[in-house]
Each structure stands twice: as structure tokens, then as C-alpha cells.
């Protein structure tokens, strides 16, 4: 029987980890050129702006790759999802309660992402084992 | 539901691998599945079944009692 590697998996996952890595580099360099003195507030705007056609691009081949998984994988994500979306709530709410107590700095929406981020391997990981 | 995806493979003597090869669905799925951990659906069943030249009643046993015939 053939082997489980297609030449065309392993195209798209080249083409992901490209798309991901020329993206992080444009938010990073967006994210430096903000914080530096001297522009005008039309350049700020633009730099602002300047991740989202790439970031568009990876939503879309992360949404592609899910429509390639099997119906299991597909669930397996689902839940990591669900996980992930519920947590980051919980961690929000109570973030915003501390906040409220003084006890945090106001809260930098960049930390929900990376919330997102933890929740979902998380998830992924307590879904995955649950299904083994 | 019971399935006899485990025995129907070892009397083939096919790697798990290679009949999520020949279904196309990952490794993963078919270790759910043997397992009892995941139902698949339908057409999934269907190719299964078909895998091993049979049919899906005698690749998945439903087991709820409350749909049996009394």
C-alpha cells in the first residue's frame, strides 16, 4: 500500500509554515515601527494594518487544512476549540476581576491571543487522549 | 457500537496505517475506532466495510438494547 505522506500534504505544509513564519516576521516589524518616534499618524495607521493580508491568507489555509482532516480529526480540533474558546473566557473574566481588584495592569488584548493559543493545545491534548 | 475492525485487519495483516491508507483517514482514526472511543459516520463505515469485502453490519454490531426487538 502506498505510503501516508502525499507529495501535496507536504506542499501545503511547507506553504503553512512559510506563510506563518513571512507573517509573524511582518507583525514583529509592524509592532517595532509603532513603538518608533517620527511618523505620521497616516504611516502609523498603515503600519497598523499592514499584517492583515498575510494573517488573511493563513485563516485561510488553516480553514483549507481543517476541510482536508478526516471526520475525526475534525472532531478532535472541534472540542480543542470548544476547550480553548471556554477557557479563554474563564481566564478573561477573572483577568478582568483581578483588574478590578488592582492587583493587574490593564489587560493587552495580545495576551488573549496567546491565552487562545495555550487553551487550544491544551484542549487538543485532553482531546486527543480522550479519544485514544 | 461494537466493531470487529481489530480482527478483520489482523486476518488481512494490515498495519493500522495501512488501512487508514486505503479508507483515507488518519492513523489516529482507526485507532479511535478499534478502540471503541469513536463512531464513524456513515460513509466512513461504508468504506471500512468495503475495505475488507464486507458489510457494515458485519463490521459494526449496534448494541442498544432499547432498539432491539422484543
Excluded at chain 1, 2 to 23: D, K
Excluded at chain 1, 85 to 91: N, P, Q
Amino acid at each position: 500500500m502506498p505510503t501516508t505522506t502525499t507529495p501535496t500534504s507536504s506542499h501545503a505544509a511547507r506553504t503553512f509554515w512559510a506563510a506563518l513564519a513571512v507573517g509573524s516576521a511582518i507583525d514583529l516589524a509592524a509592532g517595532w515601527l509603532l513603538r518608533q518616534p517620527g511618523y505620521s499618524p497616516n504611516a502609523r495607521i498603515l503600519f497598523a494594518l499592514l499584517p492583515i493580508p498575510l494573517n488573511l491568507v493563513l485563516v485561510a489555509l488553516i480553514v483549507r487544512r481543517i476541510r482536508q482532516l478526516d471526520e475525526f480529526l475534525r472532531h478532535v480540533h472541534l472540542e480543542a476549540v470548544a476547550i480553548a474558546f471556554l477557557l479563554t473566557g474563564v481566564a478573561v473574566f477573572v483577568y478582568s476581576y483581578l483588574q478590578q481588584a488592582h492587583v493587574v495592569h490593564p489587560l493587552n488584548f495580545g495576551i488573549v491571543w496567546i491565552f487562545m493559543l495555550v487553551f487550544y493545545g491544551i484542549g487538543y491534548v485532553i482531546a486527543a487522549r480522550h479519544y485514544r | 457500537m461494537k466493531t470487529r475492525l481489530r480482527v478483520l485487519r489482523a486476518e488481512k495483516e494490515w498495519t493500522q496505517a495501512q488501512l487508514a491508507e486505503a479508507v483515507g483517514v488518519s492513523r489516529q482514526a482507526i485507532i479511535a475506532i478499534e478502540n471503541g472511543k469513536y463512531d464513524p459516520a456513515l460513509p466512513l463505515a461504508f468504506r471500512l466495510a468495503r475495505a475488507f469485502g464486507k458489510n457494515v453490519e458485519e463490521v459494526f454490531v449496534w448494541e442498544d438494547d432499547s432498539l432491539q426487538e422484543k
